[in-house]
């Protein structure tokens, strides 16, 4: 959840002013969390107070009403603003860039012992998303994130079972795993590189184009660091492709101290309580 929550900060100030070169200052002191980090500490918060339906809800628009200039779409802001409880068919990138603490919860050692996936963390992503999100882009977008960050924390953590042996030392085969199962499972286009992808892309809030140049992103990296500049660099809807792409990147490297405690120092009271909580109860359960 931390990398969702770099991937904003860094990314806040490149969003209507993007930059296509990985040359830049990660902080700056213009940088600001945004909806990106409000929603994720809402569907973190969800998941902490059991995870359905009305909890995805209800801790939204909590926490939508608590920071109501964080930069919401506007459909989203009507939502949260309204009575209404039901969803309104979006495909944007919100549900993909909120999804990363629903991954977290994924059991490692329930794949590793069974090899199976772990149903109740998918469900819990799938949720996250169709609760405002559920057009099939939309939770598509959501279920790839959270796929690919499962998969990180699995292979790059040297989880194995009866049926495989680890493959931690050796990140391209990892790599190679996670792109081959997300452009199986949900269609998505993996194949260009950053290079290839950065003088076309273009400023985009839906989840078809900036999942996968996320994706591509964390698989063109070869560390935290360099994946949030790799995103970055793409254009685009900056502070969303870097959450997206720090939400994976974070799962598979870990996020080093000095970025964290970065990134912790824009964040409220209230923000790093919720990240604190969660990030006990996944130690806790991992």
């Known amino acids: 959840m931390l990398g969702t929550i770099i991937g904003d900060i860094v990314g806040s100030i490149y969003e209507f002013n993007n930059i296509k070169t990985k040359s830049f200052p990660l902080f700056r002191s213009d940088c600001f969390f945004t909806d990106d980090t409000v929603m994720t500490i809402a569907v ?38 309204s009575e209404n409880r039901e969803p309104y068919n979006s495909f944007g990138n919100g549900s993909a860039m909120r999804v990363s603490p629903c991954a977290w919860m994924m059991n490692c050692g329930f794949t590793a012992r069974t090899g199976m996936w772990p149903s109740n963390g998918r469900r819990g992503a799938k949720l996250s998303a169709e609760v405002t999100h559920n057009h099939p882009e939309g939770i598509k977008g959501a279920m790839a994130t959270a796929d690919a960050i499962f998969m990180c924390r699995y292979y790059f953590g040297g989880y194995y079972g009866d049926y495989e042996e680890p493959i931690n030392n050796n990140p391209a ?26 003088p076309t892309y273009e400023f985009n809030e839906t989840c078809q184009e900036t999942v996968p140049q996320a994706i591509v992103a964390f698989l063109d990296s070869t560390d935290f660091e360099d994946a949030i500049r790799n995103a970055i660099s793409l254009g685009g809807d900056s502070d969303t492709l870097a959450a997206i792409t720090g939400s994976i990147a974070e799962a ?9 405690e970065k990134a912790l120092s824009y964040l409220d009271e209230t923000l790093l309580d919720v990240l604190e909580r969660l990030e006990k109860r996944v130690y806790l359960r991992c």
Not at 188 to 196: F, K, Q
């Open 173 to 198: 085969e990892c790599k190679k795993r996670i792109k081959e199962h997300i452009e199986k499972e949900y269609g998505y286009n993996l194949s260009r590189t950053c290079d290839e992808i950065r």
């Open 44 to 81: 973190a918060e969800a998941i902490m107070n059991g995870g359905e339906r009305d909890d995805f809800i209800d801790s939204m628009k909590k926490y939508g009403r608590m920071y109501p200039d964080a930069g919401y779409g506007g459909n989203f802001r009507k939502w949260i603003f």
């Open 252 to 260: 598979a490297y870990g996020v080093p101290e000095w970025i964290r």
